[in-house]
């Protein structure tokens, strides 16, 4: 998994040794946990803030800030700032980034003709599996239709609410 790229730091020293701690054994701890000489541990410690670690995860970052500090040096972390960049979006799918266009053009095309096709009634038309036909729009399915069609009549309805009304008017009237 690709670690967040906002979560990572930079390692600063301050250049100062924290107070109530010997010179001499902060420089060597500092040299010893930086893999540096005691001539280049030395320079660290002129005043200056110096970038010891560039662009770590804040766990490594923290954990050899508090090494640094526990060994006498002044240590601060620094959030790198990361400018947001903009989404770019595709219609290739995920993981097939590399693949060549050929290769991806075949792929797709053996999808696409293991789809489901239907021919419709209508015009016979065949197609990909929908609800409706892409040339004429009958359903593709008129025997899933067949079985609701009454409900999807309203005029049926409303000759059928007629009749009971007309129905039942004529009972209590006589």
């Known amino acids: 998994m690709t670690e967040n790229r906002f979560n990572h730091y930079n390692l600063v020293l301050k250049g100062t040794i924290r107070p109530g701690t010997v010179r001499r054994a902060a420089i060597t ?18 005043g ?33 700032s990361v400018a947001e960049t903009k989404t770019e979006f595709t219609l290739v799918p995920e993981g097939e ?21 239907v021919e419709c009634a209508s015009c016979q038309l065949r197609q990909s599996a929908a ?23 309203p005029v049926l309805w409303i000759a059928i609410i007629l009749a009971v009304v007309a129905l039942v008017s004529w009972i209590l009237l006589n």
């Open 97 to 117: 980034e590399l693949t060549p266009f050929e290769e991806l053009a075949k792929k797709l095309d053996a999808e696409k003709a293991a789809e489901e096709q």
């Open 29 to 46: 701890a500092t040299a010893e946990l930086l893999e540096l000489s005691a001539e280049q541990a030395e320079l660290l410690f002129t």
């Open 131 to 153: 609800a409706f036909c892409v040339q004429c729009g009958q359903p593709l399915h008129p025997a899933e239709q067949d079985s609701h069609s009454l409900i999807r009549r």
């Open 48 to 80: 200056n803030s110096n970038l010891v670690k560039q662009d770590i995860s804040h766990k490594q970052a923290y954990q050899l800030q508090q090494q640094l500090i526990a060994a006498g040096a002044e240590a601060s972390l620094q959030r790198i």
